[in-house]
């Protein structure tokens, strides 16, 4: 099953549209040319559709708990619990098992051990999101290593065997994936990092919707850096031009897929910080001149800002209307404070959870644009950079 649609591309066609792709011949007479762009529908496509819409529900965003194994246990240590699998399934029920999480949260992203984990009662954690009427998605990237030939940069392996995994994640229960790579602007980028994260997404993407699985799509801008904002600005424009050039060389259905791009700020370790104004001009201005309106929703990562500033800087950019649901797929800027609040203790796990209503409200608040830091906690507005991840 396929669709065509024409398109005439004159000297005010959006920039990203076209750049690289053959074109048809000049009709006799016409100062426009003819350009046929054939989208491969598979038998999921509207189930895509609706998937990512549902995703991209206002006043509602993503909670990333998808966390690698190893990362997790770096998380527990921080309360001085052991990275056993008892210890994870605790923390995971703690998130999972909020009552009236659904108001907040529409999608959550699992690591593959959480997809196939139940409560200590025996429900499964798929379930327990579907009672609150939020999508389960899962990590389906194999983690960064080292790319040969580059500028000491790294790309995202897991390409091999993705179809049957997607596939079998699907009968599982999972309705979206998620794939980060990243690129480092201390390190170039190179154009040969930067192509090999387009390509990568791009065909994760496909084989992700041919499996019924909504593709976000990730290429990280790593906060590594003294660069100012500009220099920011100049790289992600670059790599979202590529990435989208090659989604559409795979025929990527764009209304079946969602953006996790890192916020336009300067570099970590320049001497300006930005206001959540500045951010949010940047990062809408990027946005504007590489996303097509036809994306459902852009879901921000939090970049290793502190919950706070993560919630400020989405909030300022919903404060006028965007083509796109602009949101949040957070992982620290949601977990930080519910992990300091439990502990670990069964005694706490209830003033965890309120804590953890207390952080998706502010973000689901910043969604509509309402959001005040004002009563915010000290705890909220610390920061928590971390070299080289900013997840």
Request: some cysteine; charged content about 20%; overall charge neutral.
């Amino acid at each position: 099953m396929a669709s065509a649609s024409f398109v005439k591309l004159n000297a005010a066609s959006s920039s990203w549209m076209g750049q690289k792709s053959s074109l048809g011949k000049r009709s006799p007479g016409s100062s426009t040319r003819r350009v046929s762009f054939s989208t491969r529908a598979s038998s999921y496509t509207d189930e895509l559709v609706q998937t990512a819409k549902s995703i991209a529900s206002p006043g509602r965003g993503i909670l990333a708990i998808d966390e690698s194994n190893a990362t997790c246990g770096k998380r527990l240590a921080s309360i001085s619990l052991d990275n056993t699998e008892t210890n994870r399934q605790a923390y995971r029920q703690l998130l999972l098992t909020t009552p009236g999480l659904g108001e907040y949260i529409s999608g959550a992203i699992f690591f593959e051990e959480t997809l196939y984990q139940s409560t200590t009662d025996g429900k499964k954690f798929v379930d327990c999101l579907r009672d609150e009427n939020i999508v389960p998605g899962i990590k389906v990237d194999k983690g960064l290593v080292p790319l040969p030939g580059s500028n000491n940069e790294s790309w995202c392996q897991g390409l091999d065997g993705l179809a049957s995994r997607s596939a079998e994640y699907y009968k599982q229960g999972a309705r979206f994936a998620k794939w980060r790579t990243v690129v480092s602007i201390p390190c170039g980028p190179s154009d040969l990092a930067i192509k090999e994260a387009a390509w990568g997404l791009a065909r994760y993407a496909a084989i992700s919707q041919d499996n019924g699985l909504v593709p976000i799509v990730e290429p990280e801008i790593l906060l590594d850096g003294d660069h100012p904002i500009d220099r920011t600005l100049e790289v992600a424009e670059k790599v979202w031009a590529e990435v989208f050039y090659y989604l559409a060389e795979n025929n990527v259905v764009f209304e079946g897929i969602l953006l996790k791009p890192s916020m336009v700020t300067p570099g970590a370790e320049h001497k300006e910080k930005a206001s959540p104004d500045t951010v949010a001009k940047y990062t809408l201005k990027m946005l504007k001149r590489r996303v097509p309106p036809a994306v459902p929703g852009i879901m921000f990562l939090s970049g290793g800002q502190s919950e706070a500033e993560a919630t400020l800087n989405l909030n300022a950019m919903n404060q006028s209307p965007n083509p796109w649901h602009v949101s949040f797929s957070y992982a620290r800027a949601l977990q930080n404070t519910v992990l300091k609040t439990w502990q670990g203790h069964p005694e706490n796990v209830e003033a965890a959870q309120k804590s953890l209503l207390v952080r998706a409200k502010a973000n689901s608040l910043a969604q509509l644009g309402r959001y005040s830091a004002e009563g915010e906690s000290e705890e909220a507005k610390k920061g928590m950079f971390v070299k080289g991840y900013t997840y």
